[in-house]
């Protein structure tokens, strides 16, 4: 059986914050690193988004879409339109943004078209 947590952890200098999912099989242990955000869009996805869960769900979804888009804004006003967008999506369009997220490496550009 296969048993997933997924966390939000800060490094140990406190200078970034880091989305993993530590992944606990029949092969052992393992951690993969999702998402990463440094400096101010650290301190902004510190201060608006929590995660410790089992599952993937709706609540890492948005963390994951939110550390992504975050990556992606040119400063402090257009990242806090970015999180105030991905706090009020509906349950589909944020379904619909992790697997572009996930799956298409101009996602982040597809974002700002559509939200910047």
Do not use: C, P
Request: charged content about 30%; glycine content about 6%; overall charge positive.
């Amino acid at each position: 059986m296969r048993l997933f947590r997924h966390s939000l952890q800060q490094s140990r200098s406190g200078k970034s914050l880091t989305m993993k999912v530590q992944i606990d099989d029949r092969f052992g242990k393992t951690v993969v690193n999702f998402s990463k955000v440094t400096g101010w869009r650290k301190e902004l996805a510190d201060k608006f988004f929590v995660l410790d869960a089992s599952d993937w769900t709706d609540d890492v979804a948005r963390v994951y879409i939110a550390l992504e888009v975050l990556k992606g804004a040119k400063n402090r006003r257009e990242a806090m339109q970015f999180v105030n967008v991905v706090k009020s999506m509906t349950k589909l369009e944020v379904h619909f943004w992790a697997s572009k997220l996930l799956s298409t490496g101009r996602a982040v550009r597809a974002w700002r078209v559509m939200y910047g």
